[in-house]
């Protein structure tokens, strides 16, 4: 149970204390109107293989090349998996 004494002075003291919350931060910008424009599926297309390009040039693993492993168990597939360096192989 709130106590009277409590709760009057936190009722005295809210308008004090809302001043002292600091703003929010804004991190980033506003989309602008540009932004939101829709763009051409041929566009889109040519945007997504300039980034795929980027992101595999900052990648530290080769892309592997396609192969099927075979585990007889789901424990010897886990323990190859735990084995590999590279993340990509799974």
């Known amino acids: 149970m709130i106590q009277p004494r409590l709760l009057y002075r936190t009722l005295l003291d809210a308008p004090r204390l809302a001043?002292?919350?600091?703003?929010?931060?804004?991190?980033?910008?506003?989309?602008?109107?540009?932004?939101?424009?829709?763009?051409?599926?041929?566009?889109?297309?040519?945007?997504?293989?300039?980034?795929?390009?980027?992101?595999?040039?900052?990648?530290?693993?080769?892309?592997p090349r396609g192969f099927v492993f075979k585990a007889k168990t789901r424990e010897e597939y886990e323990r190859w998996r735990k084995a590999q360096a590279n993340p990509r192989l799974w």
Request: proline share 11%; glycine share 4%.
């Open 19 to 63: 001043g002292s919350v600091a703003p929010m931060k804004t991190v980033g910008t506003r989309r602008t109107s540009e932004d939101l424009a829709p763009i051409s599926p041929e566009e889109a297309l040519r945007r997504a293989t300039i980034l795929q390009a980027q992101a595999n040039l900052l990648n530290p693993y080769p892309r």
